[in-house]
């Protein structure tokens, strides 16, 4: 696409890709057109990627007309509680407003093939008060925070339901890129910050090229799997353990490999409720930069 990009395409790419993720089927172990969890349905996916257009738009105000920039921190704080008020079913797209809101600022910011050097500016650019604000959007949705040290000293990692936490922070001096520094070792969304979004581009590519030649459904299904097949996914590890996320990662090989059938690690992980919802942020944040680029459903 040539020329600078809108704000409405942007948001709009943005919910497109939130809404292609979850309509990915079968998509093993995650809610998809034909599974959903006792409490979550795909409906709730789709309400909540629809209800949070608004700030998507805002995300991408920065430096335009006369709107004041806004944190991403504040936008993940506004877009959790758009996504709670739209459908019942607790936390949906928590980890992808981590890596949506970054790439949506970096694409206001110049060229498409600036956009992923833009993005590691803009997430150093992080303040105290994202991080605030990042704390804050917690108690609006369940996520699962594994507690972890500091990396320069013996400090424990803010307990994110303690009430005190805020004003650690401040005391702290921590920014939003800290926390994302401090958690990548066990999650491998905040990890895509300091690694440079590094399978949110590769997820783009693989993505793009079965596009190709497949459908847009086969594309998102297809790179889901083999993401899945090459790291463990971390919200299994957080829900498990590390050894439960090697197992899933073990399974996806053997699909890839034609040990096993896509519909047999779907039917498997859904009877042992093992959901890999990190590498679907990963899709997310994939699909983004894949519609950004002129990819078309």
Known sequence: MAGRLTPSFIARCAVLSMALEVSGTPKPGNIDREHDYVGTKYEDFLASAIGVYPVMEKACREGVGESAPRGI????????GESVRWQGGG??????YILLFPLIKSAMRGPLDELRDNAIQVVKETTIQDAVDFYRAFS?????????????????????SDSSALDELGRRGTTMYDIME???????????WVEGFRLSFRAAE?????????TMNDATVLTFLELLAEEPDTLVAKKYDMNKAIYVQ????????RRMTLKELSN?????????GSTADIIIAGLFISLLNGMRV
Not at 155 to 160: H, I, P
Not at 182 to 192: F, P
């Open 250 to 257: 073990g399974l996806a090989n053997d699909v890839l490999e």
């Open 206 to 214: 693989k993505i793009q090229g079965k596009r190709r030649t497949g």
């Open 182 to 192: 401090i958690s990548a070792k066990n999650d491998m969304v905040a990890r895509e």
């Open 91 to 96: 936390n949906t797209h928590f980890g992808a």
């Open 140 to 160: 609006m949705v369940d996520v699962r925070m594994k507690e972890s040290k500091d990396l320069n000293s013996n400090e424990r990692s803010l307990d994110v």
């Open 73 to 80: 921190g504040s936008l993940i704080l506004e877009a959790s």
């Open 268 to 276: 498997r992980l859904y009877v042992e409720k093992i959901n890999p």
